[in-house]
């Protein structure tokens, strides 16, 4: 029984390839082909016109966020590698919770004690308390190191200090 239901609906798929083949027109390249190529070359050339316009403008814009990202690092202060790959894309370059004026996804860390950070990424780490993205970037990471992040993002206030005078 299922052979023959299966049969009969192969034989349905066939048959309706089949018409849409015959059908002719915009399925294989009749008349109505043409009149979309030709919308087709139409669309292509002010599309051009448009990219071309763009990457003027996309030039401009770059050297605009150019030098907002200069200005804004400008009273920046040196902080590790590895703050910037794992902590400053949430908190900021420079701990604020901030960049180029906006709100980041972190909550501001500067200013906070070394003890205070470091008993937040141990309580992150081991899932006291609940944050995915911090559990995902501490799991593999050692007391050891979770200690040098905890003290280098306390001595911010110090290095702001120094990078100012």
Request: aromatic share 6%; with cysteine.
């Amino acid at each position: 029984m299922k052979n023959i239901i299966v049969g009969i609906l192969t034989f349905g798929i066939i048959a309706l390839m089949v018409m849409t083949f015959m059908a002719g027109g915009a399925y294989h390249g009749g008349e109505h082909a043409k009149v979309i190529e030709n919308f087709g070359d139409k669309m292509n050339n002010a599309k051009a016109t448009k990219i071309e316009e763009k990457d003027d403008r996309a030039k401009e814009m770059d050297k605009l966020n150019a030098l907002r990202d200069k200005a804004g690092n400008a009273g920046a202060f040196e902080v590790s590698q590895a703050y910037k790959s794992k902590c400053a894309s949430c908190h900021g370059v420079n701990g604020s919770g901030e960049q180029n004026g906006k709100k980041l996804m972190g909550p501001k860390l500067f200013g906070q004690s070394s003890e205070k950070i470091y008993q937040d990424l141990v309580d992150f780490k081991a899932g006291r308390k609940e944050n995915m993205i911090m559990k995902g970037l501490l799991i593999k990471l050692s007391e050891e190191e979770l200690r040098v992040f905890a003290d280098e993002i306390g001595e911010f206030p110090a290095r702001a200090k120094e990078a100012n005078q």
